[in-house]
T-cell receptor, first 111, second 114 residues
């Protein structure tokens, strides 16, 4: 099956700096790559996603890039704010069937 | 506001008990999933269902079973709870077809087996 690796496991940045989280996947057939944000005491929430026919997608301060050849994708958060502090998960899926998740990145944004 | 609702936020059960975790969604989604979340391991799929009365094993089904008698409800059953099943359990649902946009998660049930 699919294997998704995520780095780093923890990331600490100063407010206003950028944060980058990277994931690699093993199954070249995977074609959907969502990112989830999990705040304390809550379930993960979808924040951005990308499909395999697109190389980059932006939504305000958040962007995701996909390199199909290298089988890796990244989450970029610019101008970080304290409310961005959370655990972030990447995932990979084939045709929206089972999602395979990375191990998570705990982001701490220091005021 | 669409929702996936898990019946309990916190549960404490004794070793050997039969445990039921309930999940209900109000979005008319076809697909439902149960994951467990452990530090450093991310989310691991236990069971999933693409339709009523249908179930498939995920990556870690041992010690668990599921039931889906109605489209909106997906139950996870721990037949005989053990301490290594202490974890956060997350339910999720998703639609099928062209309207698919990925999972909607519940808030989770933190289960402690003593």
């Amino acid at each position: 099956g699919e294997n998704v690796e995520q780095h780093p496991s923890t990331l600490s940045v100063q407010e206003g700096d950028s944060a980058v989280i990277k994931c690699t996947y093993s199954d070249s057939a995977s074609n959907y790559f969502p990112w989830y944000k999990q705040e304390l005491g809550k379930g993960p929430q979808l924040i951005i996603d990308i499909r395999s026919n697109v190389g980059e997608k932006k939504d305000q301060r958040i962007a995701v890039t996909l390199n199909k050849t290298a089988k890796h994708f990244s989450l970029h958060i610019t101008e970080t704010q304290p409310e961005d502090s959370a655990v972030y998960f990447c995932a990979a899926s084939l045709n929206f069937n089972k999602f395979y998740f990375g191990s998570g990145t705990k982001l701490n944004v220091k005021p | 506001d669409v929702k996936v609702t898990q019946s309990s936020r916190y549960l404490v059960k004794r070793t050997g008990e039969k445990v039921f975790l309930e999940c209900v969604q109000d979005m008319d989604h076809e697909n439902m999933f149960w994951y467990r979340q452990d530090p450093g391991l991310g989310l691991r799929l236990i069971y999933f269902s693409y339709d009523v009365k249908m179930k498939e094993k995920g990556d870690i089904p041992e010690g668990y079973s599921v039931s889906r008698e109605k489209k909106e409800r997906f139950s996870l059953i721990l037949e005989s709870a053990s301490t290594n099943q202490t974890s956060m359990y997350l339910c999720a649902s998703s639609p099928t077809g062209v309207k698919n946009y990925g999972y909607t998660f519940g808030s989770g049930t933190r289960l402690t087996v003593v």
